[in-house]
């Protein structure tokens, strides 16, 4: 049975794989920055699997959460240009950052929600972008986080051929962050209280899915700039809880879910009082591994956190 069947993946959230796929590539502030490995590793991955990226050069910061607590209007407004500009292209959005696909992806379910309810509000949003000489959003793509891409579009089944490097033996803690999972009303084929899209992945690529409490909840990110002593418990607890249960890893599809846990960790363990010592992929790194690409070109020696114990495991 193909792997979309076997972890009950419905079909109608598949592209076949023998279509080609492209999207309108949204890939955020921090891997542009903090994070360029994910940056780097999401195009090698991409090309590897031929998947085409059309990179939105003219697109905003999605203002991660920050743009509403002033103003809905502006976070709308913001973010139905960066929405627009896929559709012009007549793409699916796809962002490979969990903050960027909750803001998106709820900006763009409320405004499709509004072209029914309130036309008259998404009608001012389009005044807006009209006065900066954008095209107006019209509702007409969708925001897709490269997990749903991976899984429902290009297919487990399809990645688990690809794979020329199994995981095996490799104990992964998926940590899905925030937005991932309670941004949006709704989530294409997971379960955003019990997910397994990450779980999923893992098995395509031969490693062993670990699970601990921490898994579905909050790093600590948010509260850094202003109660850092508890953004960092928040995330030891994660870490520790983790180790517990025998992860070799944590893999996140969330960049800021990344620099705390990974980035911070130093500063975590001195909250903790203990070391830790828990490698942080960012997901395409590992499905770009089982697909046998080198580690370096992927990144791996760029984190906080070694990732030698993860390469040792491998045997690479």
């Avoid at 509403?68 to 929405?83: G, M, P």
């Amino acid at each position: 049975m193909a792997l979309n069947q076997r972890y009950g993946i419905q079909e109608e959230y598949r592209i076949m794989a023998f279509k080609p796929l492209k999207y309108a590539y949204f890939p955020g502030c921090v891997a542009q920055g903090a994070c360029r490995e994910l940056y780097d590793s999401t195009q090698i991955l991409t090309q590897t699997l031929g998947i085409e990226l059309i990179e939105l050069k003219k697109a905003a910061c999605c203002g991660s959460g920050t743009f509403k607590e002033d103003s809905q209007l502006l976070e709308d407004t913001v973010n139905a240009r960066n929405i627009a500009l896929a559709e012009e292209l007549n793409l699916p959005l796809l962002t490979h950052c969990s903050t960027c696909q909750g803001v998106l992806g709820r900006v763009d379910e409320r405004l499709k929600t509004l072209q029914q309810d309130d036309p008259a509000y998404v009608q001012q949003v389009n005044v807006l972008l009209n006065q900066e000489s954008c095209s107006p959003y019209q509702g007409a793509t969708e925001v897709k986080h490269l997990l749903w891409a991976l899984i429902g579009d290009y297919g487990l089944d399809e990645i688990e051929r690809r794979v020329t490097r199994k995981l095996s033996g490799l104990k992964c803690g998926a940590f899905y962050g925030c937005y991932l999972l309670r941004a949006q009303s709704h989530l294409p084929g997971d379960d955003p209280h019990q997910p397994e899209s990450l779980e999923n992945v893992f098995r395509a690529v031969g490693a062993t899915p670990v699970y601990y409490r921490g898994r579905t909840q909050c790093c600590g990110w948010p509260l850094s700039s202003y109660a850092p002593e508890l953004s960092f418990q928040m995330a030891g607890n994660h870490l520790q809880e983790a180790l517990d249960q025998g992860a070799d890893c944590l893999v996140t599809p969330c960049p800021l879910c990344h620099l705390n846990l990974d980035s911070r960790q130093p500063e975590v363990e001195k909250v903790m009082g203990r070391s830790l010592k828990l490698p942080i992929l960012h997901l395409p790194q590992l499905v770009a591994l089982a697909l046998g690409i080198d580690p370096k070109k992927l990144g791996l020696d760029r984190h906080m956190v070694s990732t030698q114990v993860v390469l040792e495991k491998l045997g690479i």
